[in-house]
Each structure stands twice: as structure tokens, then as C-alpha cells.
């Protein structure tokens, strides 16, 4: 049969190939208003708005804010007021706690220089006698549990993380913001650029890669080419360097410049997971008790209470800030109901108010450690008085 006979016997539909033609012609364009006015667009509408609201109200009420951002960034011989050198923890106590070889894990929020408290946990910890069976730490709190998942006691952890100067971790891109403009801001994803960090844990821990640490630590991290977040830790990246995991793990994009690993661009995964609780449920055995420690929402992880923003001034402005949060706290609530309905026992800590991480105190505290012994002490205290009441429960059991 013919080509021509073929196409007499087995004609298109009427109109099929002129419909597909118009369809092909017609096929939608993302104009720029309709790329603004996507619904994920609008959030980070309110999330920019807010942060600009918080750092506005930030430098206008607090001098401390700006000087502290001001001295670090641009530090000067003489610069930085003189500072406690002592040790934050005062002689070593032990406190005998009735034990059966119960797994103890740990969990810790992000939370930036807050999170020194994790190192008051786990001098309490060596205090009584625990030593965790794994640990997951969040953005801020990876600065600290990493040095310890290495081996390092809360003291040397704590000397290390007190003797850090501003200029001995923190990198600024100047080159880069200076690029922003002439460059469209191709290429730019963040003000510091993690070298200074990452040279120095490196210096403390050499190249001891995570599959070696004596205590199994994760972090999330998140894959921003892809959109997902994966946990780094010895059970899935055991021959990455720890140094590496750290700057990893904080690297928040625009604040830190994140990291290319594997082909794609990673950077701190607390945005997504700020309680990570996945892997000591699932990626390590599982453990019997497990220590909290949240430094980043509200006790429990409450969102915090907005009532009236209706009335306020420009109420929708009050209202992004509950959008920014939603979902991450939503995910806290439920990791943490994970925790109570999957261990035996969670006890949880809460030594330093979220407020000391809020707004543009966030970006003071990882830049200024003057704060940091007042955290380690607190977190020590907290635990202290949670393992005690443990204790006297244990024995009235017994």
C-alpha cells in the first residue's frame, strides 16, 4: 500500500491537528506578577518582611545589637571589651544516678551561640555518669556536639568554643556583597563565607571523618538543588570530614555561604528539621532516654502568641511572622510527640529563652561569644536539676 493509500485509510481526527497546534500555541508563560504572586513566593515575601521588621526594631531599641555586629565584622586592634577567661564550669561534681545500661541520647535544636548551652548538658552528663549513645544536633548546636561526638570532654569543648575570636570564624564576603550589584546578584548566596570556620575545627579535630567519632552525631542538612533534607552522620557520610559536617551543618543560606557536596549545593538543614529526632530513632538503635535541649521556639515548642494582630498596624505584617514559623514548629511539636510515644522516658530542656536567639540577636550570638559561659552554666544547671529529680524517682521506684 502506498503512503498516500495509508494516509486515506487511517485519517487524523477532524481538527486533532489544528487543536494540538492551538494547544502548543497557547501553552501558559510565567509572566514576573505571576511569579511574584505564587503562594511560595508570597511566604517569602512575609519572611523577608519580617526579618526586616525584627532587625529594624532590633537596632533601634538594642545598641548592643549593632556594636556586636560591628565589632566583629570590622574588628579593630583594642577593639573587643576585655573578656572573662575563666572556666564556665566550676569543680568537677559527680552524681550517682541508678543506672541499667540505658541508651541515653541527645537532641538539640538550632539555635546559633544559644546552643553552647549542649555543652552544659553534657558536663552534666560526665557528671553523672552518662555518656550519650548517639546525638542529633541542629544548626547552631552542631558548633558544639560535633567536638564532643569526636571525643572531646564538655571542658575541652568548652575551652576551644571560648577561646574562638570573631575574626578566627567569621569570613566576610566582601568581594561578593561588592558583586551583588554589577553581577545581579549571580552567584551570591551569603555574607560570610565558612573558610575561617571550617579551618578552625580542622585545626581542633585534624581530618577525623564522622565515621570515627567515638559517639554517632547527626546533623540535618539541606539539599537546596533538590529540595530535600538528608542527615549527615556516621550511619550515611561516614568519610566526611567532622570540620566539614560543622560548616555544613551552619551554613545558612545569606547569612553562610552554602557547600557543594556531591554534586549538588548543601547547607544547614535546620530551616526544615529544627528538633531533629529521625536519627536516634532510625538511624541509631534506638534509646531509652532522651535529653532535649531547645534553645530556638517557646517552651514545647509553642508558636508564640499573636492575639490582636488583627487590631495592630499593619496587621498582616504581625501575621507573616506566624507564616515564617508555622511549619517548622508544627514539625518540633510532632518530632517531640515522636519521642514521648517511641522512648521511655524524654526529659526536656529548655536553659536559655528562645528570646536571646529572636530577631537580629540570632546573628550577635554567633558572633559574639561573650554570652556563651552564661549559656554553658545554664545548660549544666537545667540538667543538674532534671537528673536529680530522676534520680530521687528512680530510688523511690526501687
Same mark, same amino acid.
Given at each position: 500500500?502506498?503512503?498516500?493509500?495509508?494516509?486515506?485509510?487511517?485519517?487524523?481526527?477532524?481538527?486533532?491537528?489544528?487543536?494540538?497546534?492551538?494547544?502548543?500555541?497557547?501553552?501558559?508563560?510565567?509572566?514576573?506578577?505571576?511569579?511574584?504572586?505564587?503562594?511560595?513566593?508570597?511566604?517569602?515575601?512575609?519572611?523577608?518582611?519580617?526579618?526586616?521588621?525584627?532587625?529594624?526594631? *532590633?537596632?533601634?531599641?538594642?545598641?548592643?545589637?549593632?556594636?556586636?555586629?560591628?565589632?566583629?565584622?570590622?574588628?579593630?586592634?583594642?577593639?573587643?571589651?576585655?573578656?572573662?577567661?575563666?572556666?564556665? %564550669?566550676?569543680?568537677?561534681?559527680?552524681?550517682?544516678?541508678?543506672?541499667?545500661?540505658?541508651?541515653?541520647?541527645?537532641?538539640?535544636?538550632?539555635?546559633?551561640?544559644?546552643?553552647? *548551652?549542649?555543652?552544659?548538658?553534657?558536663?552534666?552528663?560526665?557528671?553523672?555518669?552518662?555518656?550519650?549513645?548517639?546525638?542529633?544536633?541542629?544548626?547552631?548546636?552542631? $558548633?558544639?556536639?560535633?567536638?564532643?561526638?569526636?571525643?572531646?570532654?564538655?571542658?575541652?569543648?568548652?575551652?576551644?568554643?571560648?577561646?574562638?575570636?570573631?575574626?578566627?570564624?567569621?569570613?566576610?564576603?566582601?568581594?561578593?556583597?561588592?558583586?551583588?550589584?554589577?553581577?545581579?546578584?549571580?552567584? %551570591?548566596?551569603?555574607?560570610?563565607?565558612?573558610?575561617?570556620?571550617?579551618?578552625?575545627?580542622?585545626?581542633?579535630?585534624?581530618?577525623?571523618? $564522622?565515621?570515627?567519632?567515638?559517639?554517632?552525631?547527626?546533623?540535618?542538612?539541606?539539599?537546596?538543588?533538590?529540595?530535600?533534607?538528608?542527615?549527615?552522620?556516621?550511619?550515611?557520610?561516614?568519610?566526611?570530614?567532622?570540620?566539614?559536617?560543622?560548616?555544613?551543618?551552619?551554613?545558612?543560606?545569606?547569612?553562610?555561604?552554602?557547600?557543594?557536596?556531591?554534586?549538588?549545593?548543601?547547607?544547614?538543614?535546620?530551616?526544615?528539621?529544627?528538633?531533629?529526632?529521625?536519627?536516634?530513632?532510625?538511624?541509631?538503635?534506638?534509646?531509652?532516654?532522651?535529653?532535649?535541649?531547645?534553645? %530556638?521556639?517557646?517552651?514545647?515548642?509553642?508558636?508564640?502568641?499573636?492575639?490582636?494582630?488583627?487590631?495592630?498596624?499593619?496587621?498582616?505584617?504581625?501575621?507573616?511572622?506566624?507564616?515564617?514559623?508555622?511549619?517548622?514548629?508544627?514539625?518540633?511539636?510532632?518530632?517531640?510527640?515522636?519521642?514521648?510515644?517511641?522512648?521511655?522516658?524524654?526529659?526536656?530542656?529548655?536553659?536559655?529563652?528562645?528570646?536571646?536567639?529572636?530577631?537580629?540577636?540570632?546573628?550577635?550570638?554567633?558572633?559574639?561569644?561573650?554570652?556563651?559561659?552564661?549559656?554553658?552554666?545554664?545548660?549544666?544547671?537545667?540538667?543538674?536539676?532534671?537528673?536529680?529529680?530522676?534520680?530521687?524517682?528512680?530510688?523511690?521506684?526501687?
Amino acid at each position: 500500500m502506498t503512503t498516500a493509500a495509508a494516509r486515506k485509510v487511517t485519517p487524523s481526527a477532524p481538527g486533532k491537528g489544528l487543536r494540538a497546534r492551538a494547544a502548543t500555541r497557547r501553552r501558559p508563560t510565567r509572566g514576573a506578577l505571576d511569579r511574584v504572586l505564587d503562594v511560595f513566593r508570597v511566604r517569602q515575601c512575609f519572611d523577608a518582611i519580617t526579618v526586616a521588621r525584627e532587625l529594624a526594631e *532590633a537596632a533601634s531599641s538594642d545598641g548592643e545589637l549593632l556594636r556586636g555586629l560591628g565589632l566583629a565584622l570590622l574588628p579593630l586592634p583594642d577593639q573587643f571589651t576585655p573578656r572573662d577567661n575563666q572556666r564556665p %564550669f566550676g569543680a568537677f561534681q559527680r552524681l550517682e544516678i541508678p543506672s541499667s545500661g540505658e541508651r541515653v541520647a541527645v537532641v538539640a535544636t538550632g539555635g546559633s551561640g544559644a546552643m553552647s *548551652a549542649l555543652v552544659g548538658v553534657l558536663r552534666a552528663c560526665e557528671e553523672a555518669g552518662i555518656r550519650p549513645s548517639s546525638m542529633a544536633v541542629a544548626s547552631g548546636a552542631a $558548633l558544639f556536639g560535633f567536638p564532643a561526638g569526636a571525643g572531646l570532654s564538655a571542658e575541652q569543648v568548652a575551652d576551644f568554643t571560648l577561646s574562638l575570636r570573631p575574626h578566627d570564624y567569621v569570613d566576610v564576603d566582601w568581594a561578593g556583597l561588592a558583586a551583588i550589584v554589577p553581577r545581579l546578584g549571580r552567584g %551570591f548566596a551569603g555574607v560570610v563565607k565558612g573558610d575561617r570556620l571550617e579551618a578552625a575545627y580542622q585545626e581542633l579535630l585534624g581530618d577525623l571523618r $564522622l565515621g570515627e567519632m567515638p559517639i554517632p552525631t547527626y546533623a540535618p542538612l539541606w539539599n537546596i538543588d533538590q529540595n530535600r533534607v538528608e542527615y549527615v552522620g556516621p550511619g550515611t557520610y561516614p568519610e566526611l570530614t567532622v570540620a566539614r559536617a560543622v560548616r555544613l551543618a551552619v551554613s545558612l543560606p545569606l547569612f553562610m555561604d552554602p557547600q557543594r557536596m556531591g554534586g549538588s549545593y548543601w547547607g544547614d538543614g535546620g530551616v526544615v528539621d529544627i528538633f531533629p529526632v529521625h536519627p536516634v530513632l532510625d538511624l541509631e538503635p534506638k534509646p531509652d532516654v532522651v535529653l532535649g535541649l531547645n534553645c %530556638f521556639y517557646p517552651p514545647a515548642f509553642r508558636g508564640e502568641d499573636a492575639s490582636g494582630w488583627r487590631e495592630q498596624k499593619f496587621s498582616i505584617l504581625r501575621a507573616a511572622a506566624q507564616v515564617r514559623t508555622s511549619q517548622q514548629t508544627q514539625l518540633a511539636r510532632q518530632n517531640l510527640a515522636r519521642l514521648r510515644a517511641e522512648v521511655g522516658e524524654v526529659l526536656l530542656l529548655e536553659p536559655v529563652p528562645y528570646t536571646e536567639v529572636k530577631g537580629g540577636r540570632f546573628y550577635l550570638q554567633f558572633v559574639d561569644n561573650r554570652s556563651w559561659p552564661g549559656f554553658m552554666r545554664a545548660g549544666r544547671n537545667v540538667t543538674l536539676r532534671a537528673l536529680k529529680r530522676r534520680r530521687t524517682q528512680l530510688l523511690r521506684a526501687s
